[in-house]
C-alpha cells in the first residue's frame, strides 16, 4: 500500500482527502473534532470500516478539546461531540458501534484518564478493523480461483476500511497469492467512487483493471466476461439483507439471472443483529446536487428535480456468501451471522 487513509499523529487526525483523489493527494490535518464530523459528511473520508474509526479518533480528539471543571461537566460536553457524530452519516453501522465503544470507555477517576482512555480505545478500534480486513480478504480469496474476472462495485478498498480493504482486499490478497486476476469496476455514479478510487487503488496494485459505466454490466455478464461479483457493505441486517452503495441490488439481481456467485466482504462490525432485515436500514438521502452536476459543472438542465439516495439493499437470496474475519458465511444466514458475531465466533 502506497497511501494511509487515516493515521493518528501526536494528538490529530490526518485523513486523505478522497474527494480529490486520484488527481491530488491532499492530506487534511485535523486537530478539531468539528474537521472530522465534516469530512465525514462531506464523503472526504468514507467506507463504513473507515468512517468508524474516523469517528472513534475524532471523539478522542472532542475530548483532547473539552475544558470543563468536573467529570459531570465534561461527560456533558463529550455527549454533544457524540451526537455530532451520531448525525454525520446514518447507514453505515460501523460509525455507531464505534460511537458506543467510544461512550463505554469514557470511564475513569478524572478527565485527564478519560482522554487517555479514548485515545486507547480509537487506536484498538482502529487496529482491530485492519486486522479484520486483513483476515477476511484472506479467506475471500479462496473464492477467486486463477484465471477470474471479478466485477465489482463502488470503493472497498484500503481507503474504505483504513485498513487492508473488503471488497478489493480479497481480489489483492488473491493477486498477492499468484492468481492471475482482472477486475471490471463500475464508475459508480453519482460520486464515481469505482472510476476515482478503485481504478486507482488497483491501478497501484498492479491489478489489471476495466473501467465500465455502470450500465454496462448485465451486458458483460450476458457475455460471459464476469467470474464473480464481489462488493462491500455499509450494513448487514440479521438475515443477511445487505445496504450497500446504490446499484448494487441490480448488480445481485443481475448476477442471480445470469448464474455468477454474488460475494459480499465485510468485517464483523459491519453485521448489524439488532436490525432483523433490511427493511429496516435506514437508507440515506444526498443532495440532488451530486446527480446534477460533477465537480461543478452542470449535466441537466436548470431546476431538473433529482433523487440521490446512497445506498440500496440487496435481499439475502441474491446473496452467495458473506466474507467476513470470522469465516464465509452461507445460508441460514441467520444463525451463520449470529455465529460470526458472538464472541465465541
Not at 244 to 249: D, P, R, V
Not at 300 to 325: K, L, M
Request: with cysteine; aromatic share 6%; charged share 20%.
Amino acid at each position: 500500500m502506497t497511501h494511509i487513509a487515516l493515521e493518528w499523529l501526536d494528538g490529530r487526525l490526518r485523513i486523505l482527502d478522497q474527494s480529490r483523489l486520484p488527481w491530488d493527494q491532499v492530506y487534511l490535518e485535523c486537530s478539531d473534532y468539528r474537521e472530522v464530523v465534516l469530512a465525514i459528511e462531506e464523503m472526504r473520508v468514507r467506507g463504513a470500516p473507515a468512517i468508524g474509526v474516523a469517528a472513534a479518533y475524532g471523539i478522542a480528539l472532542g475530548a483532547s478539546g473539552i475544558r470543563a471543571t468536573g467529570s459531570d461537566e465534561f461527560l456533558a460536553h463529550l455527549d454533544e461531540v457524540m451526537k455530532a457524530f451520531a448525525v454525520s452519516r446514518p447507514t453505515a453501522v460501523n460509525l455507531f458501534r464505534s460511537i458506543d465503544r467510544m461512550r463505554t470507555a469514557a470511564r475513569g477517576d478524572g478527565i485527564e484518564e478519560i482522554q487517555r482512555a479514548l485515545v486507547d480505545e480509537a487506536q484498538r478500534i482502529h487496529g482491530e478493523e485492519k486486522a479484520a480486513t486483513g483476515q477476511l480478504s484472506e479467506l475471500g480469496s479462496e473464492l477467486v480461483e486463477d484465471g477470474f474476472t471479478v466485477l465489482t462495485h463502488c470503493n472497498a478498498g484500503p481507503l474504505a476500511t483504513a485498513g487492508y480493504g473488503t471488497a478489493l482486499g480479497v481480489i489483492i490478497a488473491a493477486g498477492h497469492r499468484g492468481k492471475r486476476v482482472s477486475v471490471l469496476a463500475t464508475e459508480t455514479r453519482p460520486l464515481l467512487q469505482g472510476a476515482r478510487l478503485t481504478a486507482w487503488e488497483l491501478q497501484q496494485e498492479g491489478i489489471p483493471v476495466t473501467l465500465i459505466t455502470d450500465s454496462m454490466a448485465g451486458h458483460f455478464m450476458q457475455q460471459g466476461k464476469v467470474d464473480c461479483v464481489i462488493v462491500g457493505a455499509d450494513r448487514i441486517a440479521a438475515n443477511g439483507d445487505v445496504a450497500n452503495k446504490i446499484g448494487t441490488y441490480t448488480l445481485a439481481v443481475l448476477a442471480g439471472e445470469n448464474g455468477i456467485p454474488f460475494y459480499v466482504a465485510a468485517p464483523t462490525s459491519t453485521i448489524d443483529l439488532s436490525i432483523p432485515s433490511g427493511d429496516e436500514i435506514p437508507i440515506e438521502e444526498r443532495s440532488p446536487d451530486e446527480v446534477t452536476d460533477i465537480r461543478g459543472v452542470s449535466l441537466a438542465p436548470q431546476g431538473t428535480r433529482a433523487a440521490n439516495p446512497a445506498f440500496d439493499v440487496t435481499p439475502n437470496r441474491y446473496v452467495s456468501a458473506i466474507i467476513t474475519e470470522k469465516g464465509i458465511v452461507r445460508e441460514p444466514y441467520v444463525e451463520g451471522l449470529g455465529a460470526a458475531v458472538s464472541p465465541a465466533g
